[in-house]
T-cell receptor, first 115, second 113 residues
Framework: NAGVTQTPKFQVLKTGQSMTLQCAQD?????MYWYRQDPGMGLRLIYY???????DKGEVPNGYNVSRLNKREFSLRLESAAPSQTSVYFC??????????????FGEGSRLTVL | DQQVKQNSPSLSVQEGRISILNCDYT??????FLWYKKYPAEGPTFLIS?????DKNEDGRFTVFLNKSAKHLSLHIVPSQPGDSAVYFC????????????FGTGTRLTIIP
């Protein structure tokens, strides 16, 4: 039972380079999310997708783009990486209809360093 | 503007004693509150939740208390065990579930054997 799978787990980029973080879930969840975690800042929402075909900005969307490729996959793209984007990125999914637990299922994270 | 605040970055507790983690929020529209636990090099995992119609929710050793008038919630772990050492995040959302959860900054709990 894989749950939420993120790739790559580690990446080092130079300023100005581009890259895409991939995320896939096998739980048939409708909603998917991208968060970043920074020291002293907690988890901040970058973008989310409430259902296949829709995406919306979160708290810190600048410098990022997303694609909800299908129900399973939600990718995060950095078009021109900046040192301020050095962070740990987490993908998550949820069954939007589940109001009993409000549970998000997270991947293991992708550590990105921009030099 | 931090809408969900965890003012204690770290907490150390003796094994077997009670751990109390606190969380304050400012947005009165928050209606649903959750705690997540995170081990190093892993993603956060859901621990326990509470809706605003309750003031207490228990799950085994974990109890969450909600004081809406004070905009405050707390997580109690009794008895604390070494495996509870982790970072704990408080999170909140509006009426319609976990879309756009807002997370706190986290509290690192260390259980001392």
């Amino acid at each position: 039972n894989a749950g939420v799978t993120q790739t790559p787990k580690f990446q080092v980029l130079k300023t100005g380079q581009s890259m895409t973080l991939q995320c896939a879930q096998d739980m048939n969840h409708n909603s998917m999310y991208w968060y970043r975690q920074d020291p002293g800042m907690g988890l901040r929402l970058i973008y989310y997708s409430a259902s296949e075909g829709t995406t919306d900005k979160g708290e810190v969307p600048n410098g990022y783009n997303v694609s909800r490729l299908n129900k399973r996959e939600f990718s995060l793209r950095l078009e021109s990486a900046a040192p301020s984007q050095t962070s740990v990125y987490f993908c998550a999914s949820s069954d939007q209809g589940d109001l009993n637990t409000g549970e998000l299922f997270f991947g293991e994270g992708s550590r990105l360093t921009v030099l | 503007d931090q809408q969900v605040k965890q003012n204690s970055p770290s907490l150390s507790v003796q094994e077997g004693r009670i751990s109390i983690l606190n969380c304050d929020y400012t947005n009165s529209m928050f209606d649903y509150f959750l705690w997540y636990k995170k081990y190093p090099a892993e993603g956060p995992t859901f621990l326990i939740s509470i809706s605003s119609i309750k003031d207490k929710n228990e799950d085994g050793r974990f109890t969450v208390f909600l004081n809406k008038s004070a905009k405050h919630l707390s997580l109690h772990i009794v008895p604390s065990q070494p495996g509870d050492s982790a970072v704990y995040f408080c999170a909140a959302s509006g009426l319609f579930g976990n879309e756009k959860l807002t997370f706190g900054t986290g509290t690192r709990l260390t259980i001392i054997p």
